[in-house]
């Protein structure tokens, strides 16, 4: 069953608890759910994030999609197989770097393909809400646990600060870059002091991206007057990232009339889409070591 807040009773127990429920915490339910495994998933934003964040993945990641029944190219309205070169350029658009994306990797799919977050995860969603031995609890946080021989138990607390408890054989935490898991686990992070913020725009065009000139798809601008990132955003869409300036605030940055200049620096304007979605980003520049504790494992 996938339990509702009213379904379920104050106690769960599982084999597996799961906290946090992105595409990671989604697969690792399929996984495990697809194989018997009771599985609790435990996520606090009581619905799904609206807006695209990650946009890639690899070869490696295809054959884990394949392994719960959803292949890349099973979902052409999600994810688009990329077939060029990834170009790093200076300021002046001169190549500095050319990596070779072309063609298939080890594990049997491209080496690179582009998606549009929000449609994937609902569609993960979906297949791990149909698994008998799978219960997802939205609106849930985590914040205590308690371990011993049998386990761990997990307190969780819910938006309007209601309790229950989840026991279960292991816990692997899912929950990014904020990880409350890895607090548990005792996880070192060495800092290496790379913050910055980014406008993130993400373009639903309106004609065929065949119609517009993108060689190659992907690529980096490494110029020190604003470093930026232009790669696809899946099918139909594309994904710009502009580092913020010293001089700029993150609200006039985030406005529709400053950000669209700065569009326009790499030859976008706002005809050239049906919709758009802008948000910042804020990239820390932390490594954890450390990923495993008893019955508690944290993902890098």
């Known amino acids: 069953m996938t339990g509702t807040d009213e379904a379920v009773a104050e106690r769960l127990h599982a084999d597996v608890a799961v906290i946090g429920y992105g595409p990671v915490g989604r697969l690792l339910a399929l996984l495990l759910g697809r194989r018997g495994k009771r599985v609790v998933v435990i996520?606090?934003?009581p619905r799904a994030y609206p807006l695209p964040r990650a946009v890639h993945f690899d070869d490696e990641v295809g054959r884990i999609f394949q392994s719960v029944g959803v292949p890349p190219d099973s979902m052409t309205d999600v994810?688009?197989?990329y077939n060029e070169f990834y170009e790093w350029r200076a300021a002046d658009r001169r190549p500095l770097l050319r990596l070779d994306w072309r063609g298939l990797g080890?594990?049997?799919w491209h080496v690179s393909h582009f998606f549009y977050q929000?449609?994937?995860e609902?569609?993960?969603?979906a297949r791990v809400e149909s698994l008998e031995s799978v219960t997802v609890l939205r609106g849930w946080e985590a914040v205590a646990h308690t371990e011993d021989a049998d386990?761990?138990?997990v307190g969780l607390r819910s938006t309007t600060d209601e309790r229950r408890t989840v026991t279960a054989r292991y816990v692997i935490g899912a929950d990014g870059a904020n990880s409350f898991v890895r607090s548990w686990i005792g996880s070192t992070v060495t800092d290496l002091g790379y913050f910055h913020d980014w406008l993130v725009i993400d373009l639903l065009m309106h004609a065929p991206l065949e119609d517009f000139d993108f060689s190659p798809a992907a690529w980096q601008l490494c110029d020190p007057e604003r470093p930026t990132t232009l790669v696809p955003g899946?099918?139909?869409r594309r994904r710009f990232e502009f580092m913020r300036l010293p001089a700029e605030t993150v609200e006039e940055l985030n406005e529709e009339e400053t950000a669209w200049p700065v569009a326009r620096t790499v030859g976008h304007h706002p005809g050239d889409r049906q919709a758009r979605t802008a948000h910042r980003l804020h990239l820390p520049g932390p490594l954890v070591r450390h990923l495993a504790q008893g019955a508690a494992a944290a993902r890098r």
């Open 122 to 125: 609902a569609l993960l969603s």
């Open 106 to 108: 080890p594990s049997g």
């Open 234 to 236: 899946g099918p139909g």
């Open 151 to 153: 386990g761990v138990t």
């Open 118 to 120: 929000p449609a994937l």
């Open 43 to 45: 996520e606090r934003q």
């Open 79 to 81: 994810v688009t197989p």
